[in-house]
């Protein structure tokens, strides 16, 4: 088997760690047609993620599970569990690694290498005041997760660990192995417990309506997509926060309860007993990474993760070894999963692979066969033994049903045995199939794939559903019931069309700032040939006016360089001043209408990347437009790019944040200002050391590594000052001068400020896209950035297929995110462009000329607005190339014209009369 | 009376609800014999006549279970289906039916106990109308 394997694929990558990162790498690159060899140490795969109750936004654990599935089956990938690298040698295209595992070593070569090690939590017993291991109601904050958890030791409802008592009064503290040298070597942030803490409170006010939870912080950090809207969500649900760090945890007298002292933001100490208390333990990276770092040489971090040159996200310092996910830093999900995109994509790019997957094997015409159908019970592991005593008699009983050739039990455990059910179905020439098993959805891709290997159309299946069934022999009768109706429904099914149709192998890449440029230089280091069409008459957008980089690096000499490769890169076609106006197609298959001085002109793609950045607003407040004196952030640092000395001799500077950020009218938090406040600030010390420089802020926002910065620049003697919504500072200018007034909160009175000049962080909106997103088909959110696929755990993927997002126009965003989004989209898009052909169609809705009424209601139905009416024809028409198969239009069509013939309403009556059978007789 | 079954078909949708079964078979949970789960790939895709065949092939009771309102991954599938079930409510006393003999939950992908939950839910409702006034 392995070497049939070897044969097809075009290169192995090595992908240690089997979490969230290290799944999505090792599909996205099976999808790309390369080997993977998955290396995890524990016995399951799934990381971090599994072990977590929910993520934001709503529950996507589901998918993590999902894909632990797909590459525990995936003929591409070889999942190594309860393993690890002993030992590891060589060089980019030629690794040599020993895998040690519960069969002893084994010897495996690799092109690649992906670290995606991930992150453990912090073991809070450092922190003696804290009392963790001493007071059994002070847990950690993944031990809650795991209470919270449905699947957990009391059904999703925590209970204290002292008396198994539901929690009354909670409190979570905050940065626990985070921010902080003396207790723990964490001068970071870790960038996720603001945002998993609310959503434990939140979880847990749902479990039990009745409890006070109170999150005591330093700065709430919620500076993801949607963050903010969900922190002020959380306060309107009753969750209280408390700008405190605790000092020591000492327990009530008598009782397990807890007492926490601190002092509230009046400056007036405050003692208050919680009956359960959760520590948010920060990120660590993973104990195996320091080794495996040293035999592979690749450089780590001060922090211990892997070192990454800010510019060149996803690299180690070894060519050939790259990195994702929580390896590199502290990073919340979605991060890591475009970070793995990104890591796929480099390490295809390295391999430079030629198409391997393209052929799509004859599906046999079965029209004139009587259905024949083979039966396929495939059960997870902890059911078999409840279940051992049923299958025998059930599987008698299904052999008997009219149209069943054969039946035989699949194991999931073993890896190659979908390439041997397929041998069967050819064997046996069934023409239809039925698979029961607990994970019907998840194994649809390996049945379907598994039915093309064989030669049928891969609509030619049922499952049955197993899951929450019982185990008693009085089971028997409803499994025969399901078996029943299952093989009834697969015997009337028909094959649905499949259209080849050859895919384009090149693509379209909108906007041509820093995201826009990386997209375009990963497809043409790909091989894949680009147009890159940008607005207005020059490459860079936005960048022309950003100065550094968090640690200082220059993002001009970045700009300049990414500039020169675009425009002398063969494979790219640079359209300056030019616009997209239209497009049609689909996936693989599209055909975009550019403008461009006056003439237009038409493109032929197969994937589009849509990466039109974003701006900062113009305010209408702290007297912006009155003094030349007060920039905007953007056009302070050009003036500081034109002139680095422009601001030598100012006594006094103000940098004030979050303007126009995370009010009513603009709830999301625009990410980057914090880090750039704190960045200048530190570039304007080191000017001139006697300079003031203030920054008057809502939270501090240095996420990550950047925490350090900001420690820097207090240690600099840059004053930070806090203010809040309802107390904004006062900017006046008076006889020319500037004056500033505001509140500090520790001091409880207010200052005056006369700076020389004033830097508004203001707010950074999207660039207007509703056109763009109406050519394509994909959807804008409520504030105008591109929306993400609801498919959950796609960061850049829109949700019609073929369709990339990257960089500012998906959210704000720092320039190592944006080129890391470039290199992801490049990653994704290639499952699409490593493909000769694409088959379209199979379970979508199919329009009846005859019957369409052309009412539109189809039209205005669709959610992904594809029916539209064929004038010419004089009706509506279903695009199987971008119809997702819903089935909405089908049930809202007034005449019945559109049917979905993979359940049609013949099949739910049938099967409805068929499960109700011992019912009505 | 004390010994009726209710026979109840739940529509299910492929995403949500198919997740909440995970998490139940996972947590050790199963759903009442009595009920009978057809998959659809989206609640979107439920017709009106869905639920009233199922009643007219013998269904005491018929209930779809799908996403919440704002995590359906077709966007709005859920609520087209909550519209279906609303008519149809509303359909059925003139045919001499209790409404309650249809109905909708919104199920949660991580939580296996509303899905149990929901279809014992049902049960019981359905239980204490008794047959459906469709049969013979």
Redesign the interface.
Known sequence: MTETKEKKNKGNVLVVGGGVAGLNAALDLAAQGYHVDLVEKESDLGGTVAKLHRLYPLCSCCKAANRATLCKMHPNIRAWTQSSVARISGQAGAFQAVIAGPAGESAVEADAVILALGVEPFNPQAYDTYAYAAYENVISSIELEWLQKPVGPFQGIPKRPSDGQPPKKVAWLQCVGSREINKCDAPYCSSVCCMYALKEAVQLKEALPEAETTIFFMDMRTHGKGYERYFEDAKQKGVRLVRSRIHSIEKAAGTEDLVLEYVDENGVKQSETFDLVVLSVGLRPSAELEDLAKMLGVTLSEDHYVAVDTFKPCETNVPGVFVCGGATGPRDVHQSVVEAAAAAGKAAALMKGVSGNGAVPELRDVSGEAPSVGVVLSLCPSKLPEFEALLEPLEAFVKTLPGVTFVERLDLQDGAAFGRLSERMKASGVNRLVYASCTPIMHQELVEGAMKDAGLNPSLYEFVDLRALGSTPVEMGRLQNLFRTAVLKARMLEPLNYAKVPVKKSALVVGGGLAGMQAALAFADMGVPVTLVEKKDRLGGHAHKVRSAWKGESVQDLLKAMIDKVSQNPKISVLTSAEVVGARGFAGNYISTVLQGGQKKEVEHGVVVLATGAHSIKPNEYAYGTHPEIYRWSDFTKKLIDDPGAFKSAQCAVFIQCVGSREPQRPYCSRLCCTFAVRSAIDLKTLNPDMDVYVLYREVRTFGERERIYKEAREKGVFFIRYDLDSKPQVSVEGGRLKVLVTDPILGRPLVLSPDFISLQTAIVPAEAADLAAYYKVSLNEDGFFAESPAKMRPVDGETEGVFFAGLALAPKAVEESLAEGWAVAGRAMRLLRQDVMLVGGAVAEVDPDKCAVCLTCVRTCPFHIPFIDSPQGHAFIDPGLCQGCGMCVSECPGKAISYRRLSDEHIAVVARSLLGSAVN | MSTFEP?I?AYCC??CA??A???????G???P?NV???????T???????LL??LE???DGVYVAGC?P????????VE?AQK?VKYVQGLLPSLGVEADRVALFHM??????E??DAAKAMVEKVRALGPSPL?D
Not at chain 2, 21 to 26: F, L, M, P, V
Not at chain 2, 36 to 42: E, H, N, R, S, Y
Not at chain 2, 44 to 50: A, E, K, T, V, Y
Request: charged share 25%; hydrophobic share 35%.
């Open positions: 026979q078909i492929a995403n198919s997740s079964a995970q998490i139940s078979e996972k947590m949970l199963s759903l014999e009978k789960v057809i998959q659809l790939p989206c979107g895709r439920l017709d009106s006549l869905h065949k199922a092939a013998g269904a919440q704002d995590s359906c991954q077709f966007k709005h599938g087209k279906k949660m992908a991580g939580k296996g106990q899905f149990v049969k």
